[in-house]
């Protein structure tokens, strides 16, 4: 189902994401790097944005789809506020075609905090990330 649809535009992983993020400073910048990242996110066909699909425990509107193949987890997803895109390419980024061992063991807690998201999330942002985390790794298990 995922074959047509490519994810990210330009394929950030993990590192990368740090990489950007330490290269910031300050909250303002991290806050713009997120709005970029989240321009990089093609957009969910209609027909993929359905109740079946769509996230629970996100304010915003936020839909997830995953598909296993060849031992490799591949996810789209998508929102309709502009810093929850963000934080879905940050969340990809790391989880995005890797194994179902490596989606269970990556450490998230020390990503996020590596990035500095831990300190300047407000409370319903940070439930909606990890509304995100918790749905792929529900598929995943």
């Not at 079946?52 to 996100?58: Q, S, Y």
């Not at 269970?104 to 509304?131: C, E, I, Q, V």
């Amino acid at each position: 189902m995922l074959d047509s649809y490519t994810q990210i535009g330009r394929d950030p992983n993990a590192t990368t994401i740090r990489a950007s993020f330490a290269a910031t400073q300050g909250w303002e910048e991290q806050y713009r790097l997120l709005i970029q990242l989240g321009k990089q996110l093609p957009p969910l066909p209609v027909e993929w944005q359905t109740e079946d699909h769509r996230l629970h425990g996100c304010e915003s509107h936020t839909w997830l789809l995953a598909e296993e193949r060849g031992g490799l987890w591949h996810f789209a997803c998508d929102s309709d506020a502009r810093i929850v895109r963000g934080l879905i390419v940050i969340v990809l980024a790391a989880l995005n075609r890797q194994s179902s061992a490596a989606i269970r063991s990556f450490d998230m807690a020390a990503y996020l905090a590596d990035l500095g998201l831990d300190k300047h999330l407000s409370p319903s942002r940070s439930n909606g990330l990890n509304a995100i985390i918790q749905a792929i790794r529900e598929r995943v298990a």
